[in-house]
C-alpha cells in the first residue's frame, strides 16, 4: 500500500496508506445470463442479473452488465432499504489496443437509516438489542449516483505502452432529513436527538496519463513509469436545523432500550435555506519511478519521485470561489527486495507524501476553516511467501500522519501528529484439497505526538485486530465456512476518558452448488452473520459508539441461463 500512494497520489478522502483499485468486471469469452434472488434482514429481498457477451471476428468486443434492485426493511428496528443499480462496461481488446468505458448509476431511499449515539461524557451503557436504531420512522437518506470511467492503453511495442485513464463522479442526496446526533442524557440509556434536513451534493473529475516501459542496462533492467495525474472536486448543500415556527428547536427524547424515540411525530415541513458551496479542490501529480531488477532477480530496487500539489477553493460569491489556498511537496520514495528462494522475499521501504487538507464541516465552532495538508511518513519491513497453495506475510511498519479532531470548545483543528507503529501477519490458501485459511493479526500501537494529549492512544483505534475464516469444501457440491472476527478495547476519546470493551463475532455459512450442462450452475447459499447474537459497542471516535448489529441470515438462490 505504501508503493501505491507513491503511484497514486492521495484520493480526495485522504488515502494515507493506499488506496483500493477497483476493477471492472469484463465480459467471459462463454456468452453469461446469471439471475440471483437474495434474502436478508427482516424482509429484504435483492434481484440481481449479470450479463456478459463478447463479439468481433476474434472476439475482441465485450460488454458486461449488472443490473440490481433491492427493497424491503433491513435487520435494524424501522430501517427500510430500497435500491437499484446498473452498472454496465464496454471493453475492447486488439492486438495492440486495449480499452473500457463503464457507466454505473445507482440510486437508494433508506428510511429510518441507523446512526451513532454520542455518549456526551456518560459512562458507556450496556449494549441494547442489536437491531437498535436511534432514528424516528420518517426520517430517510435519498441520494443518487452517475460514475463515468474511461481506460484506454496502447503498446507502442513489447517494451513500452502509453496509458490514460478519467473518470467523473457525481454523488446528489437530495434528501437527507434526520433526526441528528443521538446524546445520551444520562447513564440509563435515556437520550434526546434534533432534527435537520441537510440536503448535499458534490461532484468529482479525475485523470491521469503516462508513459511505461523497459529499458536494459548492463545486468539490470528497469522498469520505468512516468505519470501525470489531476483530480478536481466541488460541492455543496442547505441547512435546515428544524424548529417549530416560533425559533424552537424540535427535541426528541428516547431510550436506548426501549425505543421509545420510534414516537409517531411529524415535525414542521423544512424551511431550507439558500444553497451554498462548501469548497472546492485541485489535486494534481507528476511521479517518476524506476523499479530497477537484477538479471537473476535476485534484487528489486524502487526510486520514485513524486510532486503532488493541491489548491483549495473556499469562499463562494455565488458565481465563482473567490479566495484559495495552495500546498506541495516533493515526495522521496524508495524499497529494496531481496529473494530469499523461489517461494519466499525479504522486503522494506520507505515513502513521504503530502496528505489531505480539510474543509471543517459546518457543525463545528470553526466550520468553513480550511486545515492545509500535511507530509505523511511512512515505512514497512516484512517478509512474504508463497507456495503456490499456501501464502502469507508478516510486516513491522510505522506511519506518522496529522493528527485532527474537535476539542472541547467544538473546534476542529489539528493537534500534533499521529505515529501509528505496529505489525501484521496474513495467511491464505489451501491447507489440503478441501480445507483453505484466509486471516490475519494486527498489533497496531497508535499515539498521539504533541497537542494537549501528547503520549496518549489515538480515540476509536484498538491495539489489536484479528478475523479467521476457515472453508471446508466436502464435495463437489457443498461448501461450508466459519469466520472470526475480533476487535480490541479502544478509547473513545483523545484525552482517553474511558474505553470500549473488545468484542468478537463469529459468522457462519454453507453454500450448495450444482454443475448443470453447457458448463452453467445453479447455486444456493445460506449465510448467518453474528451467529451468537453478541451485543457489543464499536468506538467511533470523540466519545461516539455505534452498534453493529443483530443476528442476520442471508439467504441467496442464483441460476445461470
Not at 164 to 170: I, L, N, P, T
Not at 171 to 198: H, K, R, T
Not at 322 to 329: F, I, K, P, V
Request: glycine share 10%; charged share 20%.
Amino acid at each position: 500500500s505504501g508503493p501505491d500512494t507513491l503511484l497514486h497520489g492521495v484520493t480526495s478522502s485522504g488515502s494515507v496508506g493506499g488506496s483500493i483499485n477497483l476493477v471492472p468486471k469484463v465480459a467471459e469469452d462463454t456468452p453469461r445470463i446469471t439471475f440471483t434472488e437474495t434474502f436478508s434482514g427482516k424482509s429484504h429481498y435483492e434481484h440481481a442479473l449479470d450479463l456478459g457477451a463478447r463479439f468481433g471476428k476474434n472476439k475482441e468486443w465485450g460488454i458486461r452488465a449488472n443490473i440490481d434492485a433491492g427493497h424491503g426493511n433491513t435487520e435494524f428496528r424501522h430501517e427500510k432499504m430500497d435500491y437499484h443499480n446498473i452498472f454496465v462496461n464496454f471493453d475492447y481488446r486488439g492486438e495492440k489496443t486495449k480499452a473500457q468505458f463503464l457507466y454505473g448509476y445507482r440510486y437508494v431511499n433508506q428510511t429510518a437509516p441507523t446512526f451513532s449515539l454520542n455518549l456526551n461524557g456518560h459512562e458507556l451503557p450496556p449494549a441494547p438489542s442489536g437491531d437498535a436504531n436511534f432514528q424516528l420512522p420518517w426520517s430517510r437518506y435519498r441520494y443518487n449516483n452517475n460514475i463515468l470511467t474511461l481506460a484506454v492503453e496502447h503498446a507502442f511495442s513489447k517494451d513500452w505502452q502509453a496509458f490514460f485513464h478519467a473518470g467523473y463522479h457525481d454523488e446528489d442526496w437530495n434528501s437527507c432529513y434526520e433526526s441528528y446526533y443521538p446524546m445520551l442524557m444520562d447513564n440509563q440509556g435515556n437520550f434526546q436527538a434534533g432534527i435537520e434536513e441537510v440536503p448535499i451534493a458534490f461532484w468529482r473529475l479525475s485523470f491521469d496519463a503516462g508513459l511505461r516501459g523497459k529499458v536494459k542496462t548492463g545486468a539490470l533492467t528497469h522498469n520505468l513509469v512516468f505519470r501525470v495525474d489531476r483530480m478536481s472536486s466541488n460541492g455543496g448543500g442547505q441547512d435546515w436545523d428544524g424548529e417549530d415556527g416560533f425559533g424552537n428547536p424540535y427535541t426528541f427524547y428516547g431510550n436506548i432500550y426501549d425505543h421509545s424515540i420510534l414516537q409517531n411525530v411529524t415535525p414542521a415541513p423544512p424551511r431550507l435555506g439558500p444553497w451554498y458551496y462548501s469548497g472546492a479542490k485541485i489535486l494534481s501529480g507528476v511521479t517518476v519511478v524506476d523499479r530497477v531488477v537484477t538479471d537473476d532477480e535476485k534484487w528489486t530496487f524502487l526510486a520514485g519521485l513524486r510532486y503532488q500539489k493541491e489548491k483549495a477553493f473556499r469562499n463562494h460569491n455565488g458565481k465563482d470561489y473567490t479566495g484559495s489556498y495552495s500546498t506541495s511537496a516533493v515526495s522521496p520514495n524508495v524499497g529494496v527486495m531481496y529473494t530469499l528462494s523461489p517461494e519466499a522475499k525479504l522486503y522494506a521501504n520507505y515513502m513521504e507524501g503530502l496528505g489531505n487538507g480539510y474543509f471543517v464541516p459546518r457543525r463545528y465552532a470553526n466550520g468553513g476553516a480550511y486545515l492545509p495538508p500535511q507530509l505523511t511518513k511512512q515505512c514497512e519491513v516484512g517478509v512474504k511467501w508463497d507456495t503456490k497453495k499456501f501464502a502469507g506475510s508478516f510486516s513491522i511498519f510505522s506511519l506518522e500522519q496529522e493528527n485532527a479532531y474537535a476539542d472541547v470548545a467544538k473546534v476542529y483543528d489539528y493537534h500534533g501528529r499521529q505515529k501509528n507503529r505496529g505489525a501484521q501477519v496474513t495467511v491464505f490458501g489451501e491447507l489440503s484439497p478441501k480445507f483453505s485459511l484466509v486471516g490475519g493479526l494486527m498489533y497496531l500501537k497508535a499515539t498521539q505526538s504533541g497537542g494537549a494529549n501528547d503520549g496518549r492512544e489515538l480515540h476509536a483505534t484498538p491495539n489489536w485486530n484479528a478475523s479467521l475464516m476457515a472453508e471446508y469444501k466436502a464435495d463437489s457440491n457443498w461448501t461450508a465456512f466459519g469466520r472470526l472476527t475480533y476487535s480490541g478495547s479502544a478509547y473513545l476519546t483523545p484525552a482517553n476518558r474511558a474505553k470500549v470493551p473488545a468484542w468478537y463475532r463469529v459468522d457462519v455459512g454453507v453454500q450448495y452448488e450444482k454443475p448443470l450442462a453447457d458448463g452453467k450452475a445453479m447455486r444456493v447459499g445460506l449465510n448467518v452473520f453474528n451467529v451468537l447474537d453478541r451485543r457489543y459497542w464499536c468506538a467511533r471516535g470523540n466519545d461516539v459508539v455505534a452498534l453493529e448489529g443483530p443476528r442476520s441470515i442471508v439467504l441467496t438462490v442464483g441460476y445461470d441461463f
